[in-house]
């Protein structure tokens, strides 16, 4: 897993509340287990005039013109600004792989559903809560200045704009070392390594029939 230490990034609008995973990422693309990919049908139905199918080249799909990650001016924008309960809905993995597949670094929102916050941890993918005022704060903001970026930085656990607002958010400190330092469960249990193949060997000799040979 990618480690997020510090971004400074493009912000692009996603101005409602309580957008759904299936809405992220719809579930005809939900049959690959692999974590790329799906960056093309993120906001699939929101994105196109047509509905989407797995395997579909995207490039040629017509657009929907008025929905704001369309717009020219947000081309490339690698922080998410959302509304309350982002991510709510059913428990895919796919939804914040396709947001990081698109090219996102972070979500700021209000608020998460509880399994998409998590999941965002798993994937390299900083999901940043601020309050309902600052994220409006932010959102005139970025409404008025096109090209509109802002700072993140987690080991100081600040969000800053260059108008000069620095806004703090909370955040669990086993969730950041992890991130700070690109660790996902299978990087956590790697670093045991050395401790597991030791209890393995220990094992096989006391209960070679549970094992079976060791080699």
């Given at each position: 897993m990618k480690a997020f230490t510090a971004h400074r990034g493009l912000v692009g609008p996603m101005d409602r509340a309580n957008v759904d995973t299936?809405?992220?990422i719809p579930k005809q693309f939900?049959?690959?287990i692999k974590r790329s990919g799906f960056g093309p049908n993120l906001f699939d139905e929101l994105r196109y005039q047509d509905e989407g199918q797995p395997g579909v080249d995207c490039s040629n799909r017509p657009l929907k013109a008025e929905f704001p990650l369309n717009f020219p001016r947000y081309k490339?924008?690698?922080v998410l600004l959302a509304r309350k309960n982002f991510g709510c809905g059913s428990s895919r993995e796919h939804a914040p792989w396709a947001l990081e597949d698109y090219g996102f670094n972070a979500v700021i929102a209000p608020s998460y559903a509880d399994i998409f916050?998590?999941?965002?941890f798993k994937n390299g993918l900083l999901p940043v809560i601020l309050t309902e005022e600052q994220v409006d704060i932010l959102f005139k903001e970025m409404d008025a200045e096109e090209g509109y970026q802002l700072s993140?930085?987690?080991p100081s656990q600040?969000?800053?704009t260059d108008s000069g607002h620095v806004f703090t958010f909370e955040l669990d400190e086993f969730r950041k070392d992890c991130l700070l330092n690109g660790l996902d469960e299978i990087g956590l249990t790697l670093q045991e390594s050395d401790a597991i193949k030791e209890y393995e060997v220990k094992r096989a000799a006391q209960h070679p029939w549970v094992f079976g040979a060791i080699k």
């Open positions: 299936d809405m992220i939900l049959k690959s490339g924008a690698s916050y998590n999941n965002c993140i930085d987690l600040t969000v800053t």
